[in-house]
């Protein structure tokens, strides 16, 4: 039954003009006609569309959702209930049938607004689909089996789409890299450890291509949902892993970070995200953007499930990570915290209201050790820092990968495209150059988790819109990566914790707290960042 038919399914007392106007909503969802889409939702900030990824609130941001989510599949109506809630307002719930197999559901609140009949709230269920192929690459109930017993047992994994998994191609977020890659023999030590913890493999999740990106949009599978913050951008590289636990479908998210990769988007989601210290976690069996500084890192949804990964992946006899690692045995990190006031000056003004109120309730804290000292500290030229990691990464990117995009000219999305463009034009003598500036920025990082823990948000802010495009990506993705390139010059341990919300124009948004420690006490590390979530929370 088409949309024009779907009139005698409704009742003889149904107004006319409500008829003709939801004729013509079907009309626009079937041929994506975002104008007038956007005409049927009443205007200001109280209309409401909710659907699995969450709640969207405001007639702008409703828009921007509608503009990144492409058309919907062709469908008819077989059936409308029909209820008159006051005068003027009516409720309708339609079963849709789609043409590619599958029903949904839409519940809708019209009311007569100035001579129209406008929707002011919308709930849409969409028909099941067998996996969302943004998160997704493959995926099984388990794809892998992990030990049967374990600490890790019951837990589910994302991996990401750079870790050998026996018996499947290495994918990198490209497809035509996928196709010419050839199965892997044995799984990358990363995978194997989880495994032998009793976690289960859920899948292979999709990740930035060649995980040179941020932002988690990827031209050629699509931009993975934001659990927390629904119409912003997911984060990336890791963004089909992070999807993936912040939805549910996995509890555990194996991941990599060379400048951010599992921290940005652990704060976009509201995750715990951990860069592990470099060299801790072996690589081998992954896919390598820049070795000085690519990390292997977990996400979760919460501390205790980070705690339990980092107990077992790091302490444990016969784990092909470490031996010796600050925590296993009980010892504990200062609670001493160093804020980098070059950080401050880069929040944006709702970060930094967020983050220092934070800081005043830190101080009040009266736990067992009482109120922990916190106080300011230097860290550098972000941007001369910044400058000089870029040129590293990307000479480093361009011998990885520069033989490979010669022979496939135009398999990249754009924006990678241009920043392997760019890395092909690194020369030897920049890069040493660079290598000799980041040396004294390396020592000094170091030298001020000597005694204490830096302590600062993640990211300037919340996650931007899906539809940012330009400059407004650009400033945040490079303010973004001044902020989280000095823990990758130093090789140290980050963590961050959805311990700030502020306000967006989606509503209200997590962003990380980000703590940094010495080499080698990422337990440490995790068991002090739960006291301070602990201490924030109480």
């Not at 949904?104 to 996996?131: C, N, Y």
């Not at 892998?144 to 998994?165: H, I, R, S, Y």
């Not at 997911?234 to 060379?258: H, K, R, W, Y």
């Not at 934070?358 to 860290?379: K, M, S």
Request: proline letters at 7%; hydrophobic letters at 45%.
């Amino acid at each position: 039954m088409t949309a024009t038919d779907a009139r005698s399914l409704f009742p003889p007392e149904a107004p006319e003009a409500l008829l003709d106007a939801f004729v013509d909503y079907e009309r626009a969802i079937g041929e994506n006609d975002l104008d007038a889409l956007d005409d049927y939702f009443a205007p200001g900030e109280r209309t409401m569309r909710g659907d699995a990824g969450g709640l969207l609130v405001g007639h702008a941001a409703i828009h921007d959702f509608r503009g990144t989510r492409g058309g919907v599949p062709a469908r008819t109506i077989e059936r409308v209930e029909y209820r008159e809630l006051a005068p003027g307002v009516v409720l309708l719930l339609s079963v849709s049938r789609y043409c590619v197999g599958g029903t949904g559901l839409q519940t809708q609140v019209w009311q007569e607004i100035e001579g129209r009949w406008l929707i002011t709230a919308a709930h849409v269920t969409p028909r099941a689909t067998a996996l969302n192929r943004t998160i997704w690459r493959t995926v099984g109930d388990p794809l892998f089996q992990g030990a049967w017993e374990g600490p890790l047992a019951g837990l589910t994994v994302a991996v990401k789409d750079l870790f050998a998994v026996k018996g499947y191609r290495i994918g990198a977020g490209n497809p035509t890299y996928l196709e010419a890659a050839r199965p892997e023999k044995v799984s990358a030590p990363a995978v194997a450890d989880l495994l032998a913890g009793g976690a289960s493999l859920r899948g292979i999740a999709r990740t930035d291509e060649f995980a040179y990106s941020v932002a988690g949009d990827n031209a050629h599978y699509g931009t993975p949902p934001n659990a927390a913050l629904p119409g912003a951008l997911p984060g990336g590289s890791s963004n089909g892993a992070a999807s993936a636990v912040a939805t549910g479908q996995a509890e555990i998210g194996l991941a990599t970070d060379t400048a951010g990769s599992v921290r940005v988007p652990a704060s976009y989601q509201g995750l715990w995200g951990l860069r592990t210290t470099h060299n801790l976690v072996p690589r081998q069996g992954l896919l390598p953007l820049a070795q000085s500084f690519d990390t292997v890192g977990w996400l979760t949804r919460d501390g205790a499930t980070m705690q339990r990964v980092v107990d077992w992946c790091l302490s444990y006899d016969g784990s092909e990570s470490t031996e010796s690692v600050l925590g296993a045995s009980g010892s504990d990190l200062p609670w001493r915290f160093a804020v980098p006031r070059e950080v401050l000056a880069m929040l944006e003004p709702a970060t930094r209201e967020a983050f220092e109120a934070a800081l005043g309730r830190l101080a009040q804290v009266a736990d067992t050790a009482g109120a922990p000292e916190i106080t300011e500290v230097d860290l550098g030229d972000l941007a001369a820092i910044h400058a000089e990691f870029r040129t590293v990464q990307g000479a480093e990117a361009w011998r990885n990968n520069g033989d490979w995009l010669r022979e496939h000219p135009g398999a990249l999305g754009p924006a990678v495209a241009q920043r392997f463009r760019e890395a092909s034009q690194v020369t030897a003598a920049q890069e040493s150059a660079a290598r000799g500036a980041l040396e004294p920025v390396r020592r000094h990082v170091e030298s001020l988790v000597a005694e204490s823990v830096l302590l600062l948000p993640t990211v300037p802010g919340p996650a931007p819109m899906r539809t940012a495009t330009g400059e407004r990506v650009d400033a945040v993705r490079t303010a973004t990566l001044r902020m989280t390139t000095p823990a990758a010059v130093a090789g140290l341990p980050a963590l961050s914790v959805p311990l700030l919300t502020v306000p967006s124009s989606l509503g209200p948004a997590p962003v990380g707290l980000c703590l940094i420690s010495r080499a080698d006490t990422d337990i440490a590390l995790v068991r002090l960042a739960r006291r301070l979530e602990a201490a924030l929370r109480a």
